[in-house]
């Protein structure tokens, strides 16, 4: 059964930097994209980054130049390093397999429980 565990959220100040991870199981990343996405409070959750099957990186206009998708196959881990965070950026983090074109941002619908990530001064 496929499984995403998300993790690596915290509280930081504007201009610091964060790494998130997504450590799957129940497939390979050579299978699949991963896909992260943000849901700021009160909104819908939204595509930020996607990395495919071939490893094929994609971002969101907001992020593009700051956030650095990346996946390690050897663990089945990937990566969201976030750098330069702004207040904008807060909101809980999830990621998920995604389907077909990555930048679509198709999945299952099936979500993990997020990490939190708070950008404040």
């Known amino acids: 059964q496929a499984q995403v565990v998300e993790s690596g959220g915290g509280s930081v100040q504007p201009g610091e930097s964060l790494r998130l991870s997504c450590a799957v199981s129940?497939?390979?990343?050579?299978?699949?994209?991963i896909g992260w996405f943000l849901q700021a409070p009160g909104e819908e959750r939204q595509g930020v980054s996607c990395?495919?099957?071939?490893?094929?990186?994609f971002y969101a206009d907001s992020v593009k130049g700051r956030f650095t998708i990346s996946r390690n196959t050897a663990k089945n881990t990937v990566y969201l390093q976030m750098n330069n965070l702004k207040p904008e950026d807060t909101g809980v983090y999830y990621c998920?397999?995604?389907?077909?074109?990555?930048?679509?941002?198709?999945?299952?619908?099936?979500w993990g429980q997020g990490t939190q990530v708070t950008v404040s001064s």
């Open positions: 998920a397999r995604v389907f077909g074109y990555c930048p679509a941002y198709v999945t299952s619908g099936s």
């Open positions: 990395i495919s099957s071939g490893a094929t990186t």
């Open positions: 129940g497939f390979d990343l050579g299978e699949s994209g």
